[in-house]
C-alpha cells in the first residue's frame, strides 16, 4: 500500500501563547473540556515528570509498521508533536532510539503513540519526551503503508493536525485547535479554584462542605 500526506495547512500558535499553558496540568486542561478529550489511561510517559505541550502533526500507521512514522519525520516542525495511532499494537515496537535521534535533529518535541516502543533506556538518557501504550523488544515492518497528517483516532480521541497535545504523568489531553484560547481560559479558572480549595481544607473545611453535597442521610440500624 501507499504512503499518502495530506496537504495542510492550520493555524501556528505563538510562543507566547503555549508558555500560557505553563503550570496547567493535562487533568485540568480535560476538566475544562467537560472531561473529554482525554486519551485513555494506558498512555503514559516512559519517564517520570515528562511533559509536552505542543502542536499535533498526525500519522496513522499500519498495523505494526513504522515505515509512514520514518517518513513523517521530515515533515514534522521545530517545536511540533507527533500523534500516531499505532492501532494499539502492543507486541511491535514502532518507534526507537533511531528514530528518536532523527526526531530530535528536526526539532520534535516529542511523540504520543498508540502502540509500543523500544530501546527505552536510551530514549530516557537522551530525554526525549515519548508517550506510549507499550514497551517491547520486537521491531517492526516497513512498507504496509499509511497517512501523514490525516484526522486520526489516537487512543480514543479524534486528533487533527494543530491540535493542542498536553501530556504529563497523568496521560494526554488534546485540545482541538478551535478551543484553545477558551480552554487556556478555563482550565486557569479551575486552577484558581483548586487553590482556593487547598487554603479552605488548610483551615479546616471538608471537601465536601467545599463541593456543596448534602450531609449523608443516616441510615437506621435494625435491632
Request: charged fraction near 25%; aromatic fraction near 4%.
Amino acid at each position: 500500500m501507499a504512503l499518502r500526506r495530506h496537504e495542510v495547512t492550520f493555524e501556528t500558535l505563538s510562543r507566547e501563547f503555549l508558555d500560557g499553558f505553563d503550570g496547567l496540568a493535562a487533568s485540568q486542561v480535560g476538566d475544562a473540556m467537560n472531561r473529554e478529550q482525554i486519551m485513555a489511561a494506558v498512555i503514559k510517559p516512559i519517564a517520570p515528570g515528562t511533559r509536552i505541550c505542543g502542536q499535533a502533526r498526525t500519522v496513522n500507521a499500519m498495523a505494526g509498521d513504522n515505515g509512514i512514522i520514518h517518513a513523517a519525520i521530515s515533515f514534522v516542525r521545530p517545536g511540533e508533536i507527533l500523534v500516531v495511532n499505532g492501532m494499539g499494537v502492543e507486541d511491535v515496537a514502532i518507534w526507537g532510539e533511531v528514530m528518536t535521534h532523527a526526531a530530535l535533529k528536526q526539532g520534535i518535541a516529542g511523540i504520543v503513540l498508540d502502540g509500543a516502543v523500544r530501546d527505552v533506556a536510551e530514549m530516557r538518557a537522551l530525554g526525549f519526551p515519548v508517550f506510549c501504550r507499550a514497551v517491547v523488544p520486537r521491531g517492526p515492518h516497513k512498507g504496509f503503508g499509511g497517512t501523514i497528517d490525516g484526522a486520526i483516532s489516537c487512543a480514543g480521541v479524534a486528533v487533527s493536525p494543530g491540535d493542542l497535545v498536553i501530556g504529563d504523568d497523568d496521560g494526554v489531553a488534546v485540545v482541538p485547535l478551535a478551543e484553545v484560547k477558551a480552554v487556556q481560559a478555563a482550565a486557569r479558572e479551575a486552577q484558581k479554584r483548586e487553590s482556593v480549595w487547598l487554603e479552605e481544607i488548610a483551615k479546616g473545611k471538608t471537601t465536601r462542605e467545599l463541593l456543596g453535597l448534602p450531609e449523608p442521610e443516616l441510615v437506621p440500624t435494625d435491632d
